[in-house]
């Protein structure tokens, strides 16, 4: 309990920030600690030591009180491993790409020598963003007023600040950020309790933990050309598109017709991992005029917080929710492809199609629930113990990142 008075004591702290003096929406001290005590209580009435089958999910404000968000932001998005790309956006020296995540905007690039390096997205001078979108440069030049960094981060050029006093250029080079890869993943981790030098050595047991070996063995590392990239924004808090993923195939034979058919849903099974969660599910045998986009097996991997990794037949897919406020999110589709199949537009097509209009249904289902978090007839709900495992699994973690 002391862990978790210390974190909403920097959480008080970061509120506050706010209220300093030149600030446009200053918040009283009252409004702060208000929103610190109410994360605290949604908190605590979560609690992860009731069994399965006698617990009950947490309260709806997890879903929908913004101060619960912040909350969330500080003690589990910028803590430890989180995905924020693919390989296949840095190919080549020179690219780079950029996003944010809560207030923190980052940029991941790949200098001229072939190495990766990440740096808050921000300029020393006055605070510009530095890059926008993704592409290639040789250096990152502010649109402000001119300051030039290197791809290592490095101040190159300073613009018009002759008489300047106190002024150490190397002072003021871009701020880090702990950056690695793991198969066809990059990953960015925004804190500083990660001491390895080379964090591409210990960033699968960090990430991952023991659930590695068990990826590795379907395929999760291997690096398949990438098809496409889809974003969809959702009006639901990031959590209700996750809780959606891991029911364990609940919904699917109610909302997703299509996709049922193809599945062998009595074989669906749950394995939980220290930060992962792993469904599973056998094919339905294809019918002889359809495409086999599904093969003979589904593997549906949740990596804590917000990363889904889909592997089926020849493809896998990423699913990657990004908090844009308490009710919406970004949801980032990425796919790719095994190099037998790159050549026939049809399945491609055809692939690509059947898995929109899953996502279109699901999106649907995700904001009806939003909806109905919303109301006052809804406080909190049950699990069907048989089948949603993963999502109490992951409903214990963020308890433990949020109290702990």
Same mark, same amino acid.
């Given at each position: 309990?002391?862990?978790?008075?210390?974190?909403?004591?920097?959480?008080?702290?970061?509120?506050?920030?706010?209220?300093?003096?030149?600030?446009?929406?200053?918040?009283?001290?009252?409004?702060?600690?208000?929103?610190?005590?109410?994360?605290?209580?949604?908190?605590?009435?979560?609690?992860?030591?009731?069994?399965?089958?006698?617990?009950?999910?947490?309260?709806?404000?997890?879903?929908?009180?913004?101060?619960?968000?912040?909350?969330?932001?500080?003690?589990?998005?910028?803590?430890?491993?989180?995905?924020?790309?693919?390989?296949?956006?840095?190919?080549?020296?020179?690219?780079?790409?950029?996003?944010?995540?809560?207030?923190?905007?980052?940029?991941?690039?790949?200098?001229?020598?072939?190495?990766?390096?990440?740096?808050?997205?921000?300029?020393?001078?006055?605070?510009?963003?530095?890059?926008?979108?993704?592409?290639?440069?040789?250096?990152?030049?502010?649109?402000?007023?001119?300051? &030039?960094? #290197?791809? =290592?981060?490095? !101040?190159?050029?300073?613009? /018009?600040?002759?008489? *300047?006093? $106190?002024? @150490?250029?190397?002072?003021?080079?871009?701020?880090?950020?702990?950056?690695?890869?793991?198969?066809?993943?990059?990953?960015?981790?925004?804190?500083?309790?990660?001491?390895?030098?080379?964090?591409?050595?210990?960033?699968?047991?960090?990430?991952?933990?023991?659930?590695?070996?068990?990826?590795? &063995?379907? #395929?999760? =590392?291997?690096? !398949?050309?990438?098809?496409? /990239?889809?974003?969809? *924004?959702? $009006?639901? @808090?990031?959590?209700?598109?996750?809780?959606?993923?891991?029911?364990?195939?609940?919904?699917?034979?109610?909302?997703?017709?299509?996709?049922?058919?193809?599945?062998?849903?009595?074989?669906?099974?749950?394995?939980?991992?220290?930060?992962?969660?792993?469904?599973?599910?056998?094919?339905?045998?294809?019918?002889?005029? =359809?495409?086999?986009?599904?093969?003979?097996?589904?593997?549906?991997?949740?990596?804590?917080? @917000?990363?889904?990794?889909?592997?089926?037949?020849?493809?896998?897919?990423?699913?990657?929710?990004?908090?844009?406020?308490?009710?919406?999110?970004?949801?980032?589709?990425?796919?790719?492809?095994?190099?037998?199949?790159?050549?026939?537009?049809?399945?491609?097509?055809?692939?690509?199609?059947?898995?929109?209009?899953?996502?279109?249904?699901?999106?649907?289902?995700?904001?009806?629930?939003?909806?109905?978090?919303?109301?006052?007839?809804?406080?909190?709900?049950?699990?069907?113990?048989?089948?949603?495992?993963?999502?109490?699994?992951?409903?214990?973690?963020?308890?433990?990142?949020?109290?702990?």
């Amino acid at each position: 309990m002391a862990t978790a008075a210390r974190s909403l004591a920097a959480f008080s702290s970061a509120s506050a920030k706010s209220a300093r003096p030149g600030h446009c929406s200053a918040a009283a001290p009252s409004r702060v600690a208000a929103a610190a005590e109410t994360a605290r209580r949604l908190v605590m009435e979560f609690d992860p030591a009731v069994p399965l089958a006698s617990a009950v999910t947490p309260p709806s404000g997890w879903y929908t009180d913004p101060d619960f968000l912040r909350l969330e932001l500080d003690r589990v998005f910028l803590r430890g491993w989180q995905a924020v790309g693919h390989i296949g956006q840095l190919k080549n020296p020179n690219d780079f790409f950029t996003g944010r995540l809560g207030n923190v905007e980052f940029v991941i690039c790949r200098d001229a020598n072939g190495k990766l390096h990440a740096f808050h997205n921000v300029c020393r001078h006055h605070a510009s963003l530095l890059a926008c979108g993704s592409g290639q440069k040789t250096c990152f030049q502010c649109p402000y007023h001119g300051w &030039t960094y #290197g791809l =290592d981060g490095t !101040l190159l050029k300073a613009t /018009r600040i002759s008489g *300047i006093k $106190n002024f @150490n250029k190397n002072d003021f080079g871009l701020i880090p950020i702990k950056v690695a890869t793991w198969g066809p993943f990059v990953l960015a981790r925004f804190d500083d309790e990660s001491t390895e030098d080379n964090v591409d050595d210990v960033v699968g047991d960090e990430w991952l933990g023991s659930a590695s070996d068990l990826l590795i &063995t379907n #395929g999760i =590392d291997t690096s !398949l050309p990438h098809i496409c /990239r889809r974003e969809y *924004i959702i $009006n639901c @808090n990031w959590k209700v598109f996750c809780d959606n993923y891991l029911d364990g195939g609940y919904h699917v034979p109610y909302a997703h017709g299509a996709l049922a058919s193809g599945l062998q849903l009595q074989s669906y099974e749950t394995l939980a991992y220290e930060r992962v969660s792993v469904q599973r599910c056998e094919s339905a045998p294809a019918e002889p005029d =359809d495409f086999d986009r599904l093969g003979t097996k589904a593997l549906y991997a949740f990596v804590y917080p @917000n990363f889904m990794i889909n592997r089926y037949g020849p493809w896998m897919d990423t699913n990657l929710a990004v908090p844009l406020d308490s009710t919406r999110c970004k949801v980032v589709f990425d796919y790719f492809l095994d190099e037998s199949m790159l050549d026939d537009q049809n399945f491609i097509e055809g692939s690509l199609k059947d898995s929109e209009q899953i996502q279109m249904e699901d999106i649907a289902l995700c904001e009806g629930v939003q909806r109905g978090l919303e109301s006052p007839a809804y406080g909190v709900g049950r699990y069907a113990p048989s089948v949603e495992m993963a999502m109490h699994h992951f409903h214990c973690l963020l308890h433990a990142n949020l109290s702990g």
